[in-house]
């Protein structure tokens, strides 16, 4: 039964069978991550763990551009590499749990409007992300990936504030994979 505020997981549709779940390598984000594996392993569907990463600024100086600046090529394979090893422990443990998890990686400016068009671009049918629930000033402005998300989707999204404990056993398997939450 579906009501028109309830929106059913489609299933062989046009919207696909997977779930995406955003991260930006901090802990909050991994265990929300780790819960989208369970969900997709329950519903039986693929799971797309992607990121956002800013991309590349020239520093420019009243005395021009620093010499051990990175260049726009290091800093991509840099932040690549990153990248690969925090997607990689969340898509390890959806293959050691039978889900077939890949990992998509994209350079821009804008996380929220990356996260809906990844979604789109691999035919997810929810977007499943932590928020630190932040609130007040700070909300105001550090702004909030989620809530842009959550404006700019045409899927549901679902958006996590894992627990305490959540986060420490995210913070142990980053630190048992040698990545530094």
């Known amino acids: 039964m579906v009501s028109d505020n309830v929106v059913a997981f489609q299933r062989n549709g046009a919207k696909g069978e997977a779930i995406l779940a955003p991260t930006d390598g901090s802990a909050l ?11 997709a392993r329950r519903l039986a569907v693929r799971l797309v763990v992607f990121t956002s990463i800013p991309a590349y600024q020239y520093p420019v100086y009243l005395g021009g551009i620093p010499f051990e600046y990175p260049s726009e090529a290091d800093y ?30 994209e350079f821009g400016s804008s996380p929220a409007q990356a ?33 842009k998300t959550l404006t700019l989707a045409h899927i549901p999204v679902m958006v996590d504030h894992p627990s305490q404990e959540e986060i420490v056993h995210a913070e142990e398997m980053m630190h048992q994979a040698a990545i530094e939450p």
């Open 29 to 39: 984000s991994i265990a929300a991550a780790l819960k989208a594996v369970e969900l």
């Open 76 to 105: 991509e394979t840099q932040c690549r590499a990153i990248a690969d090893r925090y997607l990689g422990l969340v898509t390890d443990v959806a293959s050691a749990q039978g889900v077939t998890a890949i990992g998509r990686i």
């Open 115 to 147: 996260i809906v068009e990844t979604a789109k671009r691999e035919n997810c049918s929810m977007i499943l992300m932590g928020s630190h629930g932040r609130s007040g000033l700070s909300k105001v402005f550090l702004g909030s990936v989620a809530l």
